[in-house]
């Protein structure tokens, strides 16, 4: 009987080719829909899983505030680690860790790595990091130790056994003393090097506040998380006022986050990793649903418009006895066989299509990531589900079909018509929802991308600078702006883009204020095109006052504030010039700076400090003539070369690292783009078919209406405004729904579009129009046909 049902389900496809390829297509599009993004949610809600002490390891950070408004980051000094686990019985052990860039040299080559870690050996106790060779315990036992990952051993040692053999960082030679595993690339931790923490100088001593360093705590349980949450609470309110000395609303505290929560959960910025969002797996879950219900609902149009062709087999099937049951298993029947087939469309689709989806996702799955067991058991799953509810309505409408009504009138094409139209609305509803969304997520880019930042990006090469280098910027400087094309070259520690270093700053009437601070040289102004509203720019006199000579006792700044921080502090640009503030050391406000963006738009602009301070170089900023960038990056290599000669030549533009703030909304806009053509195609795909069937239902009418003297343009109207009219009804529908959900996502940022109408009203007509030519095509096919040849068909 089965093997019966089945073949019966093949002749109707074979029968039905047209019907049977937009079915298998539509299927197809929404289970790779799902596939794809089923992997990439799996591969976001196992970070840091891999762990087995996961739920008892928690990261954490700091909130302060000695001034204006609190600040939170990911960071805390180095006293943390070792005192909550003096002070509370609940913590195991923990671990602190210090990620920056350094110059690794073996031999006579030199590399500059990113993923350079200094970390207690503790870090092998709380993560479950693999060592191939070596002992965890010893690994990191002195100074002179360094662990590197497999990939890193390759590159500097080839095949190789790499323990014992030297490598350089900086001034120092390190002995590899442990082979490790390739972080996962589900782990917020992720390193090529690690070096005992004991190594920096920060190590030495213990300090709350110098806030640089990322603290891991193990705890006995999972289940002291919230208790040690309100002593640390209760704890540091006693440390800030016998130990800190802070008063009022000024505090020094800290939190504690599940392990488990940081990537998806934790906005707080200074991670070691860029985190992900727990709204953007919500948003392509729905993405993905509403791709395979489009899908879904063309298969049941197309099995209802079928039905009027079905009438006698099922007639004919009733009067040789076929009971209700048995007509409904073989319907579903057909539309599991068509799944099937999807499905095995689908994998091997998936496939193909893996690299580009790592391009719009941002990720770097290999293709045994398609073969998790896990994501084949719900790729089965899906398809039984999928192939029920898609045939269900029409397996149970064909075998309800009451006998005595097929062989008195046949069975219509009318039946099920309301629902078929219900459908053709909500798959455009869909559509057009995912269409407008599309457009104000690219609106809200493109808004980034061109607002006015209150400095200029564009053709900024950035240069890294490391502590050896600090001492020949100047003279560096120098001789890089006497390249031709070369407009002017600048020194900070930080680029403008992200600016996270956080401090406070006092004025002599008792004023506190936390700021972000910014320390740059006396050309960093002008390279970056900063507005000063008040004041004068530094210059190299400005640096005479920064005497270190006696222990730093005549040491005084020059100073900038930003509009926000002089008006946080009470004054207007012109009121802040000439007033004395101290961080650490005191100064005088030299001028204030029109407010710019040095953080993403996700942040309001707040506080900024910008002082003088050579010491503090970590970039070069080379600002370059447009079209005289390649060679200007030829003889600023050849001098790099020449007068650095112990780093590589390494270096990156100002707009690349302004748009990698956007990575996610970037990676949403690609997903929504790709996702909304997919569903405009599918629906019309739909539209088509069914549209091609009513033609095939009214090819009778169509020729008597041209022999009474109807035109093309009368019958092609008659055809198209039946469905038209549902697509004007969907747009009606989703443009109130689109505009909540967009008006949700925009209230992430600080600095944000309006939503216009004239989006609704373009996405409705762009909607209609493709609609229209859908239909048109089948309309303009049966308005030019012979009616002679349309009435003897009948």
């Not at 079915?23 to 197809?28: M, R």
């Not at 002490?53 to 001034?67: E, H, L, P, Q, S």
């Not at 629906?683 to 022999?707: M, P």
């Not at 093309?712 to 198209?720: A, D, E, F, G």
């Amino acid at each position: 009987m089965i093997k019966n049902y089945f073949k019966i389900a093949w002749r109707n496809l074979k029968k039905n080719r047209l019907y049977a390829f937009i079915n298998i297509i539509g299927l197809t599009a929404g289970i790779v829909s799902c596939l794809l993004i089923g992997v990439y949610i799996k591969h976001e809600l196992s970070y840091d899983r891999f762990n087995q002490n996961a739920d008892k390891i928690v990261r954490v950070t700091m909130d302060y505030n000695f001034g204006g408004e609190s600040q939170k980051v990911a960071m805390t000094g180095t006293k943390v680690g070792p005192q909550f686990k003096r002070e509370f019985p609940q913590v195991v052990d923990f671990v602190r860790i210090f990620k920056r860039t350094r110059i690794i040299g073996y031999k006579n080559q030199l590399f500059e790595e990113k993923n350079f870690l200094y970390a207690e050996p503790s870090l092998f106790k709380l993560f479950s990091f693999k060592l191939l060779n070596g002992d965890p315990v010893t690994a990191l036992n002195t100074n002179e130790k360094i662990i590197i990952t497999q990939t890193a051993a390759q590159k500097y040692f080839g095949p190789e056994n790499p323990i014992g053999k030297i490598l350089k960082v900086g001034d120092k030679n390190y002995v590899v003393s442990a082979l490790a595993a390739d972080s996962p690339s589900n782990s917020q931790i992720r390193f090529d090097f690690v070096v005992p923490f004991s190594v920096l100088d920060a190590a030495k001593t213990e300090a709350y506040d110098s806030a640089n360093y990322l603290t891991y705590l193990l705890l006995k349980s999972k289940d002291d998380i919230a208790p040690l949450q309100k002593q640390i609470t209760a704890y540091m309110q006693k440390v800030d006022r016998d130990e800190l000395k802070v008063t009022g609303s000024q505090h020094l505290t800290f939190s504690i986050e599940p392990l488990t929560s940081v990537h998806l959960h934790s906005n707080i910025p200074d991670g070691l990793e860029p985190g992900g969002s727990m709204m953007y797996i919500y948003i392509l879950v729905v993405v993905a649903v509403l791709i395979l219900v489009i899908a879904g609902v063309n298969y049941v149009n197309l099995s209802i418009a079928q039905s009027a062709g079905r009438g006698a087999e099922i007639g004919i099937r009733k009067v040789l006895g076929a009971a209700k049951q048995q007509l409904f298993k073989q319907f579903i029947g057909e539309s599991m066989l068509v799944t099937a087939i999807a499905l095995l469309f689908a994998i091997g689709v998936s496939f193909l299509l893996l690299p580009f989806f790592n391009q719009i996702s941002g990720k770097q799955f290999n293709f045994t990531a398609l073969l998790d067991p896990a994501i084949l058991v719900c790729l089965a799953i899906l398809g039984i589900v999928i192939g029920f509810l898609a045939g269900a309505y029409p397996a149970l409408l064909l075998s309800n079909i009451k006998l005595a009504k097929i062989l008195k009138s046949g069975f219509s094409f009318t039946s099920g018509q309301g629902v078929r139209r219900s459908l053709i609305i909500f798959q455009f509803v869909i559509s057009i929802f995912l269409v407008i969304t599309t457009v104000v997520i690219l609106q809200q880019l493109s808004y980034i991308r061109t607002k006015d930042l209150g400095y200029n990006k564009s053709n900024v090469i950035v240069l890294p600078v490391d502590y050896k280098t600090v001492p020949q910027v100047d003279a560096i400087k120098k001789v890089i702006g006497n390249i031709p094309g070369v407009e002017s070259v600048a020194a900070a520690n930080n680029e403008p883009v992200d600016v996270q270093w956080g401090d406070a700053i006092h004025t002599k009437d008792g004023k506190n204020l936390t700021v972000n601070a910014l320390p740059m040289d006396e050309d960093f102004i002008k390279t970056m095109q900063l507005k000063i509203v008040a004041g004068t720019d530094f210059n190299r006199t400005d640096l005479l006052q920064m005497d270190t000579a006696n222990k730093y006792k005549n040491y005084r700044y020059s100073f900038m504030l930003n509009e926000s921080a002089a008006r946080a502090l009470g004054w207007t640009p012109e009121q802040a010039i000439g007033k004395e503030i101290s961080k650490n050391f005191p100064g005088r406000i030299k001028a204030v700076v029109k407010d710019f963006n040095f953080k993403s738009f996700h942040d309001a602009i707040g506080p900024l400090l910008i002082f003088l301070d050579h010491e503090q170089t970590q970039a070069m900023f080379v600002r370059v003539a447009g079209n005289n960038t390649p060679s200007a990056l030829q003889a600023i290599q050849k001098i790099w070369k020449d007068r650095v000669p112990y780093r590589p030549f390494e270096y990156k533009f100002l707009d690349e690292d302004y748009d990698a703030l956007y990575r996610s909304e970037q990676r949403t806009a690609r997903v929504f783009t790709t996702f909304s053509i997919i569903a405009i195609l599918l629906a019309c795909l739909g539209l088509f078919a069914v549209t091609a069937y009513a033609v095939l239902q009214r090819t009778k009418e169509i020729g008597i209406r041209k022999v009474l003297g109807a035109n093309v343009s009368t019958i092609i109207m008659l055809l198209s405004k039946d469905f038209l009219w549902m697509v004007m009804l969907a747009a009606v529908i989703s443009s109130p729904i689109a505009w909540y959900m967009s008006y949700k996502w925009l209230q992430d940022f600080a600095y944000r579009i309006s939503i216009h109408w004239w989006v609704f009203i373009a996405a409705g007509a762009a909607s209609l129009i493709v609609a229209w030519i859908t239909v048109g095509i089948q309309a303009l096919k049966a308005a030019l046909m012979n009616p002679v040849k349309s009435l003897r068909s009948e």
